[in-house]
């Protein structure tokens, strides 16, 4: 009953930045959390980063704190992901999910009921 969209992905170099947005449709008002998560290639799906849909506060992987910023705007419904210094290890394919409810914890992937396609980010070295 949600559908998710991203876009913004492309191809950077390192210190370079970019933002992802994630325009999701349907049942959203449901959505307790919007989060972003990436996937390399041979590697675990991984938090990047979350947002709370109604109070806004948010939360990001010690991996990317000072460098990324998740935001959203409800009135699009829309939620984006600004990434700034990009470096190599940031390349993977970024996923955005959406959460109907936080069961336990909002850096674990079976929280999300809903996924997008996702987009490929890579950041030349």
């Known amino acids: 009953q949600v559908q998710l969209v991203e876009s913004g992905g492309g191809l950077v170099q390192a210190g370079g930045s970019l933002r992802l947005s994630c325009a999701a449709s349907?049942?959203?008002?449901?959505?307790?959390?919007m989060g972003w998560f990436r996937q390399a290639p041979g590697k675990a799906r991984e938090f990047v980063a979350a947002?709370?849909?109604?109070?806004?506060?948010?939360y990001y992987a010690d991996s990317v704190k000072g460098r990324f910023t998740i935001s959203g705007d409800k009135g699009t419904d829309t939620v984006y992901l600004q990434m700034n210094s990009l470096k190599p290890v940031d390349t993977a394919v970024y996923y955005c999910?959406?959460?109907?409810?936080?069961?336990?914890?909002?850096?674990?992937?079976?929280?999300?009921?809903?996924w997008g396609q996702g987009t490929q980010v890579t950041v030349s070295s």
């Open positions: 999910a959406a959460a109907r409810y936080i069961y336990s914890d909002y850096h674990e992937a079976p929280e999300y009921d809903y």
């Open positions: 349907g049942r959203t008002g449901s959505s307790q959390h």
């Open positions: 947002i709370g849909w109604s109070g806004g506060r948010t």
